[in-house]
Every structure is written in C-alpha cells, then in structure tokens.
C-alpha cells in the first residue's frame, strides 16, 4: 500500500494520518502536526517548544473524486498485516 494518497488538489502523507472519522456524508482525516521551536539568545542559552497538534482535513461526498479515492483507500486497508 502506497505512503501517499493523492488527491485532486493534495497529497497526504498517511504516516501522519491519526485517525479518520467516518460519516454517512464526510471523512474526517486527522493529522498530526509537529512543531519544533527554538530560540537562540546572548549567551548561548536556548529555548524551545515541541508540540503535536492535529490538523483536520475534510473530505465530503459533494466532491465524489476525492470521497471516492479515500473511499477506496480505506476498503483497502490491511487491518492485520494479512494480504486479504
């Protein structure tokens, strides 16, 4: 199975993908953010942030291209590691 799912305007890395929340009309595909942050000062001392924040990306049936490629990409997962 492929790392990317292309769709029409996007590429989405499925590494990051969280989780998806299916709904009789939409597919909602978390991603993870990651952020790192950091700040140099005078002496030598630095600062920084990690966070992770998840991004929402929505995919509705009203855009039948993009539904039906994630669609399809989700009836395709192999949920055990099995070749079904």
Excluded: Q
């Excluded at 953010?33 to 009203?62: P, Q, V």
């Excluded at 669609?71 to 079904?84: F, R």
Aim: glycine share 4%; hydrophobic share 35%; proline share 2%.
């Amino acid at each position: 199975m492929s790392k990317f799912i292309k769709l029409t305007s996007l590429v989405i890395n499925t590494s990051y993908i969280s989780k998806i929340v299916i709904n009789p009309n939409k597919y909602c595909i978390y991603m993870v953010k990651n952020e790192i942050n950091g700040s140099h000062t005078l002496f030598n001392a630095g600062a920084g942030l990690c966070s992770s924040k998840s991004h929402e990306i929505e995919i509705r049936d009203d855009d039948p291209i993009n539904y039906n490629i994630i669609s399809e990409w989700i009836n395709n997962i192999d949920y055990l590691g099995n070749k079904w």
